[in-house]
């Protein structure tokens, strides 16, 4: 694979290489990591690369890599820069013939996220977003409870995704994560809720499968100067009836990455959180409570064909996120040769981005309007 | 101590005589058990009182009660009646020169909780009002770290208070406390918020001190035919500029009592969960999470004087309802003795009870109106 | 009731009173609070008993209550007193005619132990030994899953109670509950294993039914200058092959009242913290996990006939005493009113306390002899 | 790096692909996969190696790479087989020049320990062995507090490692992890204290320093035809006057790989779960219980160096693994390039694998003859 951002100083580019390489299966050979050449080059020297394919940006990487003998080139590439280039480098790389692994959101807004779909469909490439927290086993063992009906009719969702990080003005002091997350012209309409109540959405929709109808958002910035939010709370409607609640924030004092979602049915509940990704815990109105645990045998073929390791030897972040990857591989793999009825693929797609970016937008203009708000989708 | 409501089958009602049992200073005596007098009477019996003492309503037992020589009389009476029969048996027993304890929402509406408030000032009576989860003494160490700057400025509140006992239409077959509980003409205009929402809007006051300025409500009656919400969430926003998010549901499949709440300052954050009320957690910026756990020498004073056995030795649910007891019965015992300094007393008032009804009323305004709504209050 | 010990200062005797009054079936008349007649006249005014049934000495109590008209004196006598005065005060109250509630260990050394069973035998009367963790509902449901054969055969039981309150000499500063416990004049042959670690060996007896045959102790004082172990590690053996690890220690900083236990059976396991008592987790070899909690209708009846509220309003401590209370005082009332059939009953008898004693003193032996020592019954 | 065993349905050999894959440092090369030539043939090909270097057997493995260029060879061996193989396979690779990486326990005996370390230290090559639970960054964390003093003097240590997977004789069945572990003619003198046992020893040992002096144990097979052990309890003396409780267990049923340690000192005490590793409690005996979390800036460097991913974002078995990996590969890039002061290095070595057979070896001899044994050290 290839990689456009991620460069040293980044956090993301490094996990996406973690989950690249963890399974063996997947080599990073060519990159464009950085805006600046002369960081790129020398992050391709970290990362002991070829420097004839270490790129100063990234036109020149698609150019250079699709005037490559087929069986040399890359076959993807993995985009892992501020949100407002990811349209771009997508776009540049799908109409160049490579298939895209893109992080999220997807785009800078919904306009461009429409306009990628068409792009997408056209060029007939896999494009995968990393919704990383969707590649948890044990967040297919909720899909799948949900799919099998063992949770009735979904009523509720709650889910919550708490960070504290940006409780100290660390943008302002430069702290290169936290400057572009809150730069609208870097991240878009929102910081918090862009950045990570999207997660929270998109958990709520992989799991339940329910579609939002309207969300009431409030939004704060906690912290005096910030020019996006950095806290965000909403009320949200389902199609179909089911409610729920959904926040996050990015000054919650002493919360790390506690993403958590509890889905509540008519015969059963849910819950589960990412810091200790290996639980989940079923509620029954009648019976105990149960702690279903990764890599048993009494869960699903669809958790299951995700483990690496026996249950009790915890599997965590960088694995979820390597499984986004070993599907996404799986489909270009797939596609590459020829092969078209092995799905389906258990990844986030140009779909999920889109509705991602509507769920931005929605929030956005709910929060303004100070009121109830409908998605209108395109 | 006298009691009105609380007869066989009720549940409130014994809570509250385990509470007052507790510390061996007070002693149920009399009381009006039913607006049944034969059911009154059955119920006297089991609690082995005097019968001349079991009276058939509550307007005998407060003339009959005002008749005795006044060191054999009550000296105050527990109402623990279904909520629209507070407000009559208050005023009662208050105009007849007794103290009152009286279980939660404080009245049926706005409109007699400002009446009530009246009534107590003139009748010059200790009253208070069983929010029992702020007799818990975490609770009240999470008062008084709030109180002492630890948290900083506070930014967000998250309460929760889920239940899954109404998942079932167990009103509709005539199950007692679910019956009344969803009955308009018992309840008030609000089931679940009315019943438990107002315990997370007062912990949330208890702990923080902020006071609402205005809420935005979504209601939903999940099992059809209900009359009433059995799930309602809010945003919530505070004077001085705090948000939150406070929600409270009886159709939360296999939740019991899961009251929870979240305290987000600039300086330190707070959770405590009333399932496990024992543990206080207290989460730092850049030191590690600390478990504060009762009993121990380095807590507050303030919660300290409600312990009753050494840490590690769990208390819970009746012994924080009877620190209200403990609380409340000093302050009436003061009154007694015309002891006029010995507050302040650590229980909540007629004006938490008009603000919890204030509540009830904003919330119910605001799901009807579909948006958001600032208090009013008189 | 009547109390022989629990003056000011006493920690377990309070205890006794609150699980005594709790329910409103008991109420606790005349006591010999202390040793010291001053100090027990002043802790009964605390009380507000009535003077003349506050006695200097336990014989005069004894003699004094035997002497009152029988509808007037005391039904049965609480002890709680250090343990060298168990034997004495039981002995004296039994032959009185007097039921009895004692606390743990039930006597100094085996020797009396023998006696005393010998004496309750021939009086006739009940007696109660307050090993209350015996009295949580979630250990009642623990051993009636055993009974029913939901763990299968029960091969290993891990059994642990550390505290860490003496880590710190306080015995040497006068702490009065330190001091006594640490003191072989008063607490017998073992401190740590003589005060908690024969709970934990109750807890397991009563959960699995299984008898000790040897264990293989290692007593440590590490606080220098103490004359008793503060920490003692057994491993244990059970008749029928069973294993088992058994620890206790006063010393393990930090931990309060950490009494835990696991059973392993050939079918299912169960493990229990009293510190967080309302939950009892039961693992499989090939299904989820189950959590149970107190309260809720699929548990025993055997459970659930304890219960004083509903699930998720946590019931603790003082609840598990009261119910020790309840059913000795169950007990007490049958054969006051020559009821002979309404057993059994669900407390710690003279047996128990006997095999607690026997207990103590083959752990003692084994400590000395550095080695397996076998179970010698009488 | 090549691999000797590891082939298809192997468990850890995947593991070792897994840990030494993650970072992108170390490329697998070569191997003898099997004892099974044709089956080690297909594991090279499911690994995508070249075929020349899938070796039929570890010595013609350990031929052919020595006899490549310098630059073309391996760098080192990881070894994966059942114990029975590991001390010729160790031996052979390092008598032909190449570092070696080693699974647990060291060998077979301590004879074969011995005189492995012997070759080690003649070869003068980087030996590792895979004790991976002193991996976690947490682990280390603890390492650091005991080594900083913040415990004080160490009085205490429980560790335990309770399985349950064993509870059917799949042994029996032929499952072939299984079938090794307890066959003494794979696995050794013993099963379970050999298998998981010495993980637990191993971590005592790495985090408090202490080394054992004596050890009583209590062994049982309680799966009927069982030959080695599948449960095992002791008490454990350290030199210097710890003492010790460290159990493992096979047949515990519904435990997955609960390895759990706890450790006490006279100033605060230590708790740490594998299963939850990126928790560390502290207990503290006048101040609040603690809950250090990875990755945070408070932790130690020795904590922090190991860490990939921001806090909250779990890391977890195969990030531990892999940090063992991390460092040997440090110690072999050092040894390579000639690099003499770069140390310490955080990995366990020969000297732990003969502490580690001394263990085994005490404890097997401790359970037959039914007694204390002291260590008896070569």
């Known amino acids: 694979m290839g990689m456009v951002g991620g460069g040293r100083d980044a956090f993301i580019g490094a996990v996406h290489r973690m989950a690249a390489n963890l399974d063996g299966q997947i080599e990073l050979v060519a990159g464009a990591f950085s805006s600046d050449p002369e960081k790129s080059r020398l992050s391709g020297e970290d990362l002991l690369l070829d420097p004839a394919r270490v790129y100063g940006d990234f036109e020149q990487m698609a150019r250079g890599e699709a005037a490559l003998p087929e069986d ?19 776009k540049c790389f799908l109409e160049a013939g490579f298939h895209v692994v893109c992080d999220k959101p997807m785009t800078f807004n919904v306009e461009e996220a429409v306009e990628l779909m068409r792009i997408v469909s056209q060029a007939g490439k896999v494009f995968a977003l990393t919704h990383n927290y969707t590649g ?15 949770l009735g009719k979904v009523l509720k969702v709650v889910a919550e ?41 998109n958990l709520g929709r992989y799991i339940t499968g329910l579609q939002l109808e309207a969300v009431c958002a409030d939004f704060t910035s906690f912290v005096s100067g910030r020019r996006l939010e950095d806290d965000g709370n909403l009320l949200v409607r389902y199609k179909g009836g089911a409610k729920g609640v959904l926040y996050a924030s990015q000054v919650s004092v002493g919360e790390e990455n506690s993403l958590m979602i509890r889905v509540y049915g008519d015969k059963a509940s849910l819950e589960w959180r990412q810091e200790y990704p290996n639980d989940l815990i079923v509620k029954y109105p009648d019976a105990p409570r149960q702690l279903l645990r990764r890599g048993n045998p009494y869960l699903s073929a669809e958790a299951n064909r995700f483990n690496r390791i026996p249950p009790g030897h915890p599997e965590a972040f960088i694995e979820a996120f390597a499984n986004i990857y070993l599907e996404a591989a799986r489909a270009i793999r797939d596609a590459i040769n020829g092969v078209s009825d092995a799905g389906p693929y258990d990844f986030p797609t140009v779909d999920d981005g889109l509705e991602g970016m509507l769920f931005i937008e929605t929030a956005v203009a709910s929060a303004k309007a100070n009121a109830w708000t409908p998605f209108r989708r395109p």
Request: net charge positive; hydrophobic share 40%; glycine share 8%.
């Open 72 to 90: 040399r080139r890359i076959d993807f590439v993995a985009i892992v820069t501020p949100n407002h280039m990811h349209f771009p480098v997508a």
């Open 161 to 201: 995704y708490p960070q504290g990080w940006l409780i100290r003005d660390i943008d302002a002091e430069g702290q290169k994560q936290a400057a572009w997350r809150t730069d609208p012209a870097k991240a878009g309409a929102s910081s918090c809720i862009g950045d990570i109540g999207t997660h929270a959405e």
């Open 136 to 150: 948890y086993p044990m967040v297919k063992e909720a899909r799948q409870m949900v799919r099998d009906g063992k």
